[in-house]
């Protein structure tokens, strides 16, 4: 590669230039890669000048950095999504397998202030499970804007109403009412107590749970939740069989329990076929069928930000599969 590793510590690794590399030679001579336990000893180091860029571990850190005078951000959109897991196999909640409360759920949602409020707005709103940044994404999918007259339709049409005047729906004895968990992680409890506050104004009881974020991966791995907010982590390959085909609704990682026939036989399909314009065919029909059968409830696509000392020049950012992604065009930065 353009660098190699030179040297390796527990908490650096330095890279140089490599002096036999065939492509474009890189301004810098030295690449250092310093790990840091905690967030205030890695500013204390920015400001003395010992390092020159690096990613803010949360909003809050985020926030902190706009004022610093010589410091500049960059942002791009990252592989992921963030996501409301409905559970559809548990009983407890046989409202998640009717499509029409699907569809209502997410209608009711204005994912705009969601992003907005808890996410200071370092995302963009998600039609699907198929990151806009992946040659497999389409845009031509049904989308649901914030619509709650729609919302209380399809909720009212499936038979869910208050029938004892308590403003919470209910039908055949039991009431339109779940818990919604989601990580202790500031943002997360926000953006779940605004989802909850939304819901409510359609007659939706949601109960906000917060737990850290080991016990909430543990939950939704255990298929242990009614509905749980997450924030998915995606790889650069687009393949959703992994994450929604029926087989993997028990051990897998389709942890929404969705189990769909045509869906089931694009994927399957999608796996088979060595065609590119075929496979990609295949994936913008999943992501239709997924579009309609809102088996989960997409919110955002995240937004990743790389803080930059101004003294390093040329530096870009283009849509990021991987974190190391920012590192894409190196050859041109300078100090």
């Known amino acids: 590669g353009m660098l190699m590793v030179d040297s390796l510590t527990q908490d650096q690794v330095v890279l140089t230039a490599n002096p036999n590399y065939w492509g474009t030679k890189p301004f810098l001579d030295q690449l250092e890669f310093w790990f840091y336990a905690d967030w205030e000893g890695l500013l204390e180091d920015y400001r003395q000048g010992v390092v020159h860029g690096f990613h803010p571990p949360t909003l809050e850190a985020q926030a902190s950095l706009l004022e610093i005078p010589d410091l500049q951000l960059f942002s791009a959109r990252s592989a992921g999504y963030g996501i409301i897991y409905l559970n559809l196999q548990q009983d407890d909640v046989p409202f998640f397998q009717e499509r029409e409360v699907r569809q209502g759920l997410l209608y009711s949602l204005d994912r705009q202030t969601l992003i907005d409020e808890a996410l200071a707005g370092q995302g963009i709103i998600a039609d699907g499970p198929i990151s806009p940044i992946s040659w497999a994404y389409t845009p031509s999918v049904r989308k649901y804007g914030y619509d709650p007259e729609r919302s209380i339709g399809l909720l009212d049409a499936s038979g869910w109403l208050d029938s004892d005047a308590d403003r919470i729906r209910d039908k055949e004895e039991q009431e339109l009412s779940f818990a919604l968990l989601t990580s202790d992680d500031p943002s997360m409890v926000r953006m779940a107590e605004e989802i909850a506050r939304q819901w409510r104004e359609v007659g939706v009881d949601a ?59 694009v ?24 579009a309609e059968e809102v088996p989960s409830l997409p919110l955002y696509y995240p937004i990743y930000t790389y803080a930059v000392d101004t003294q390093v020049r040329e530096v870009q950012l283009s849509p990021l599969l991987y974190a190391s992604d920012r590192f894409r065009n190196i050859s041109a930065w300078y100090i």
């Open 207 to 265: 109960e906000v749970r917060s737990v850290p974020s080991e016990r909430l991966a543990s939950s939704v791995r255990d298929r242990s939740f009614d509905a749980a907010l997450i924030e998915v982590g995606l790889t650069s390959d687009p393949d959703p069989y992994p994450l929604w085909h029926s087989t993997q609704a028990e051990s897998g990682q389709n942890f929404a329990g969705f189990a769909h026939e045509a869906a089931d036989l």
């Open 267 to 290: 994927m399957e399909e999608a796996r088979f076929t060595a065609d590119p314009g075929e496979r990609t065919e295949l994936y913008h029909q999943f992501q239709q069928i997924f």
